[in-house]
């Protein structure tokens, strides 16, 4: 439920709502925007008077959510959330460009792809070192070490740096060197993974589940806000259809129906979504247009050598073209 204060509301007016709804048993979550300040409440909201409520001469009006994600809801928090990394921003109209190799591969192959992917125009480096293989069998990541030399590409080009946490017992190793926790699409449903992010002070790239709804990807967003985090970007990655001639279906629609739900940056990554490098530059451009806060692409200087996803990454020269045609295409907007 949310209720909507009045613009002339008072400091003292809105605290004496928030003290007679948390003297209720009541979660308060306060939203103050441009004119209007909003306030969230969570707990089982079914017992309330809405009229009551609505008598409150401060009061604009009382809503009910009928969503089950909350602090998500573009009813609790009008705005847009904007995620700020050092220089950077995500959300609202600035296009995040995040780039780097599916895994770290070698320091001399995060080198030059970070090198390349910066002069490029990407603001953020991206680079597994702990990766989630289908196959026990494939390269799994260099760990720790594939986090040191993260942090030696960050240290030359001043990039942030986004990387996956897998599991509950390299959390906080990976926590110390990330500048933005990835959290992937086989985890978005690991909800003891979910809470643990939820009680970090670093931003939560979390990427939708290759069979998750919208509701169950906002659900999973939820679990990280619940717990204290409200820095979380959510990430198109495309999902599981009937076609099998691209890796995933991109759900573009995902991104004006998140907007109009959640207040929370989305970002869409078309290298997952399609499996193929020719499609990126295309489906990169559409997410643009459809208004995406930013792309996140896998970017190899040897593709034909990579240890992981060598045929959906870009090679420099092709994702440096990407990044002009978007940037152009975002201008427009
Ligand atoms: C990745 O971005 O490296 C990745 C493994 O993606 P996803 O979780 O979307 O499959
Ligand atoms: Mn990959």
Redesign the pocket.
Known sequence: MVIVMKPIASQEDIGKIVEKMENQGYRVHKSVGDNYCILGLIGDTNKIDISQLEANAMVEKVLRVHHPFKLASRLFHHDDTVIQVGDCKIGKGSLAIIAGP??VESEEQLMTIAREVKKAGAQFL?G?AY??RTSPYSFQGLGEEGLKILRKAKEETGMPIVT?VMSHETFDVVEEYADIL?I????MQNFALLKQAGKSSKPILL??G?SATIEEFLMAAEYIMSEGNHQVIL?E??IRTFETYTRNTLDLSAIPVIKELSHLPVIV?P??ATGKWAMVEPLSKAAVAAGADGL?I?VHHQPELALS?GGQSLKPEKFAKLVESVYRIASVY
């Open positions: 599916c895994a991206r597994g990766k989630p996956e990835q992937g699409a086989r985890n990427k939708r290759m990430c990655r495309g990554d290298s997952h996140t896998e996803d």
